[in-house]
């Protein structure tokens, strides 16, 4: 087989060494998690836990494939984030940074782990307390919880991605909670973390996608956020963001010889997936990206806010909401499987009997993920 032909194979959740690499960064990113969940204590600052959370990815995928025939790249696909209570997503701190944790917190947690772009993505919340979660806490956590359990049944062959926006609203609602608008889940490809076919949260005259169905071996980020409020997050402060992604498509002489070294720096370090700002020199960074990005060459992940008010493969706190799930469609929802089976007809690859089924059904777990506010 030529290096083209195997190239091509690779792209295909058919062939095992794809299935491989993704669950490698899929149990990478899981213990990463558990590492980052066991640290949000009282008093403990986010800067610090989203250094730990971003070093163990490293450490991790930087022990594999060593010795491969060609350069295999692995490490970070997405910066560890840690937004708290009514900061919806994307916060990730400089190191100058002095944001505490403290005791009642929600915490919605982002991360995720990529081998040879094969990328495996996680969300989850957790309360910064002991015992039980009571209340609207409870409610919006398995408000998130649930639709996630949902779409994941739902993002299957044949299934649009418009059954998923409607089903995961419904949900939401019977917790007496809102999906969060501007919410987009992407099909995950090899060095691609926001494919083309996309599952839209909540429709608004201001967002629209196309419709699609989804297909065999296909793979997606289910990126879910559910709130207390009114589930229509604003950016308050440009100055908070610090995660950007360098957009391929785009280029322009740079006049600040700042913002040439910066831009440089990112071309030869994160060439194509999002990166955190804190890995770069902090005052050349606040001079350099503000051009890069004013002139489109970096897309930035703002740092969203609710209104003050107010998952995924960690096992969640125990639960105690208000609200409990009685609608018949949505119990029937969560009475489907996760795996799917493939259509028969099609010419088989050789591998282990049923590791296809397995591949499909795994993978989107690994990606799948959710979030509370």
């Known amino acids: 087989m030529s290096d083209e032909e195997r190239e091509e194979k690779e792209l295909d959740l058919t062939s095992p060494e794809v299935v491989t690499k993704y669950k490698n960064a899929a149990e990478i990113v899981n213990k990463a998690l558990q590492l980052v969940v066991k640290e949000c204590k009282p008093n403990a600052k986010i800067v610090d836990i989203c250094e730990k959370g971003d070093a163990f990815i490293g450490d991790q995928t930087g022990n594999m494939y060593k ?7 692995r490490g970070v696909a997405f910066p560890t984030c840690l937004s708290v209570n009514n900061t919806v997503c994307h916060f990730s701190p400089l190191a100058s940074d002095t944001s505490e944790l403290q005791e009642g917190d929600i915490v919605k947690i982002d991360m995720g782990c990529h081998i040879d772009g094969f990328i495996a993505v996680v969300a ?6 002991g015992g039980p979660v009571t209340g609207r806490k409870a409610d919006v956590v398995a408000a998130a919880n649930t639709a996630a359990e949902v779409a994941l049944r739902l993002v299957r062959p044949g299934k649009k991605n418009k059954d998923v926006s409607d089903a995961i609203q419904k949900v939401a609602a019977a917790y007496d909670c809102k999906i969060v608008e501007g919410v987009l889940s992407h099909q995950l490809k090899q060095f ?4 083309n076919k996309v599952i839209l949260s909540v429709s608004n005259p201001d967002t ?10 296909e793979v997606y980020a289910v990126d879910i956020v559910a709130s207390t409020g009114e589930g229509k997050p604003k950016l308050l402060d440009e100055k908070q963001t610090t995660i950007y992604k360098r957009a391929v498509d785009k280029n322009y002489h740079l006049k600040m010889k700042t913002s040439r070294f910066i831009f440089s720096e990112i071309t030869q370090k994160f060439p194509i997936l999002p990166f955190t700002a804190r890995v770069l020199e902090e005052k050349r960074a606040r001079l350099g990206l503000v051009e890069c990005v004013n002139h489109d060459l970096l897309q930035p992940y703002p740092v969203l806010h609710e209104k003050p008010d107010r998952i995924t493969s960690h096992p969640l706190q125990e639960l105690q909401p208000t609200k409990t799930i009685d609608d018949p469609e949505i119990k029937a929802w969560l009475a489907l499987g996760t795996k799917t089976k493939k259509k028969g007809g099609g010419k088989k690859k050789k591998g282990k009997k049923g590791e296809g089924d397995k591949a499909d059904a795994e993978a989107m777990d690994a990606t799948s993920d959710a979030a509370a506010s």
Do not use: L, S, Y
């Not at 010795?67 to 790249?73: D, P, Q």
């Not at 691609?192 to 494919?195: A, F, L, N, Q, Y």
């Open 124 to 129: 989850h919340t957790h309360v910064v307390q």
């Open 208 to 217: 629209r996608v196309d419709d699609a169905e989804f297909e065999e071996n």
């Open 192 to 195: 691609v973390i926001d494919g």
């Open 67 to 73: 010795n491969a025939k060609r350069k295999i790249e």
